[in-house]
């Protein structure tokens, strides 16, 4: 089984345990899963807003391993052969000065 | 106009007199202390030493005479040159030598404008590379320290007066802060190995980005030549046989002038790596979780961090800029959330050259003022994680309006990383001021 957890900035949102063939697909992909699972409405409406900014943040995490996606990216490219879980975090648009 | 022989004296005086004082106050400094006792003495004396190799005395009279921090290493001594010998770099190995029969096993003989040299095998470039580095460590630190600036002393950071008294803060800071801090990061998966302690990031070479070199190249009778298989007629084009294959040379330049070229792009490399986020911020942590922090300063001042892992921004261009590992904060300085969480709060706790960083180590982060009413209506806990968090990507993946003007990435002096690098260190990659069109055809 894979671990899989989706936040929101510093907000956790769901985490749910899921098949390893579970993790093929893309990032997309399994974000709209996860966000199935997730019982909070508002997280969902936040998340759903963030992705529709074109830079909105997408981090994926597994243990100490952390890369940047686009929801179009096949997730298990982005996770080291080793990685037992996964967290998604998704967060709004920054801006710097 | 040329100067006299007395004002070219005063010059050349009042030049030692700076460069002692400088002297002076960086062997007064924290990183100085941890150095080697032979690297503190005065100049003269240390130049005077027997012990020391010509390298060691070279860089101790440069640093008499110039106020520009000195590289403390080179690839000359990496490639034997110094000692007089041929340096021969195929496929990432190397092989030094010098005129004579070939000998021992993987040797490799050289026919260079017909004479024939041996090279014996060294070994992996990049692996001998870095225990080069950690042979020179104590000399890159102080040159870090030199090159960067010295690490801040939080309580030396500018900062507004508490208005509460100090016993309040640090009540909040142990009955709600921490707390939340263990709420937070116990979400995160597997929280034990989420950060490493950013003091031991310091003596990490194996860590550290090591420049992309050419993958054949050789020092030859003081010249240095990128190489390249060849087959053809080399026409009126250099060639150097490598054990019976023919390689044309594709350029060559003195072999100084390539010395110069690597040692400054090892010295970019190794810039911010080696200071990372070491210093007196990373002694005064009373608590850590995950990748946050809470520290207090002797002088009882209080900061909240996060830390963000080294990382890599990919430039409009497509180049990749080498970020080092990042401790944000934020002063806890007061109980209400609008008086401690403003825009001018969040800042790099040590030296950063960064294109959102300014002056204090503050990051600029242009916010609405809707956004810091919102946080200003949260316990003060949540609102100082939340605007950490903002913090910490905007640092790593602030997008600029359209009203703000273009900071130049380049002007950071940040390392370049190639592709390859980055991939195989697994760093994450952000996107710098890419157009929204630009990423849209991502998605």
Redesign the interface.
């Given at each position: 089984m894979f671990q899989a957890a989706l936040r929101y900035g510093i907000q956790q949102a769901t985490t749910v345990e899921v098949l390893e063939e579970g993790t093929t697909g893309t990032v997309g992909e399994h974000i709209e899963r996860l966000l199935k699972g997730t019982e909070d409405p508002h997280i969902v409406g936040q998340i759903r807003r963030a992705l529709g900014d074109p830079n909105c943040v997408i981090e994926v995490r597994s243990g100490e391993d952390v890369q940047t996606a686009t929801p179009d990216m096949p997730l298990r490219e982005l996770l080291p052969q080793s990685a037992q879980q996964v967290e998604i975090t998704v967060s709004q648009a920054h801006a710097g000065g | 106009m040329n100067a006299g022989p007395t004002v070219r004296r005063i010059h050349r005086e009042r030049d030692a007199a700076i460069a002692a004082a400088h002297y002076q106050r960086l062997m007064r400094g924290p990183m100085a202390r941890a150095l080697d006792a032979n690297r503190r003495r005065p100049v003269a004396a240390t130049a005077a030493h027997h012990g020391q190799t010509a390298r060691e005395q070279a860089v101790a009279a440069r640093r008499a005479t110039r106020l520009e921090p000195c590289f403390p290493i080179t690839v000359a001594d990496l490639f034997g040159l110094t000692a007089g010998q041929d340096a021969l770099v195929t496929e990432g190995s190397l092989h030094t030598g010098a005129n004579g029969p070939a000998v021992g096993e993987g040797a490799r003989v050289l026919c260079w404008r017909g004479s024939k040299r041996s090279m014996v095998p060294q070994g992996r470039l990049d692996t001998l590379l870095r225990a080069h580095l950690q042979s020179h460590l104590p000399s890159l630190l102080q040159w870090s320290a030199e090159e960067v600036g010295q690490p801040c002393d939080l309580d030396q950071l500018s900062g507004f007066k508490p208005a509460v008294a100090a016993s309040a803060i640090d009540t909040f800071v142990h009955e709600r802060l921490i707390p939340c801090l263990e709420q937070?990061a116990g979400?995160?998966?597997?929280e034990q190995?989420?950060?490493?302690d950013p003091e031991d990031d310091t003596g990490d070479v194996p860590g550290m980005p090591l420049p992309t070199w050419e993958s054949r190249f050789a020092f030859l009778s003081d010249r240095w030549l990128s190489l390249v298989p060849f087959a053809g007629s080399p026409g009126n084009r250099d060639t150097l046989v490598i054990d019976g294959q023919m390689m044309l040379v594709l350029d060559a330049l003195p072999a100084n002038m390539a010395v110069s070229r690597y040692d400054n792009q090892l010295r970019l490399a190794l810039r911010e790596s080696i200071s990372g986020v070491s210093g007196p911020s990373a002694r005064t942590a009373i608590y850590r979780i995950g990748g946050y922090a809470v520290h207090r300063t002797p002088r009882g001042r209080y900061f909240v961090s996060q830390y963000q892992?080294p990382y890599v921004i990919e430039a409009l261009d497509g180049r990749l800029f080498y970020f080092g590992g990042a401790e944000v904060g934020i002063e806890v300085n007061g109980l209400k959330a609008s008086a401690v969480v403003h825009s001018q709060s969040a800042r790099v706790l040590h030296p950063y050259p960064h294109?959102?960083v300014y002056g204090g180590g503050f990051?600029?982060?242009?916010?609405p003022q809707e956004y810091f009413a919102e946080l200003s209506k949260r316990p003060l806990e949540e609102a100082l994680?939340?605007h950490l968090?903002?913090a910490r990507?905007?640092?790593c993946?602030?997008?600029?309006?359209q009203s703000?003007g273009v900071?130049p990435i380049e002007g950071t002096g940040r390392p370049v990383l190639h592709k390859a690098e980055v991939k195989r260190r697994?760093l994450?990659?952000?996107?710098y001021n890419?157009g929204?069109d630009h990423?849209?055809s991502?998605?």
């Open positions: - | 937070v979400c995160v998966l597997n190995v989420a950060q490493a892992p294109m959102f990051i600029c982060m242009p916010r994680l939340l968090e903002g990507l905007t640092l993946a602030g997008y600029l309006p703000a900071h697994r994450p990659v952000y996107r890419k929204r990423v849209a991502h998605a």
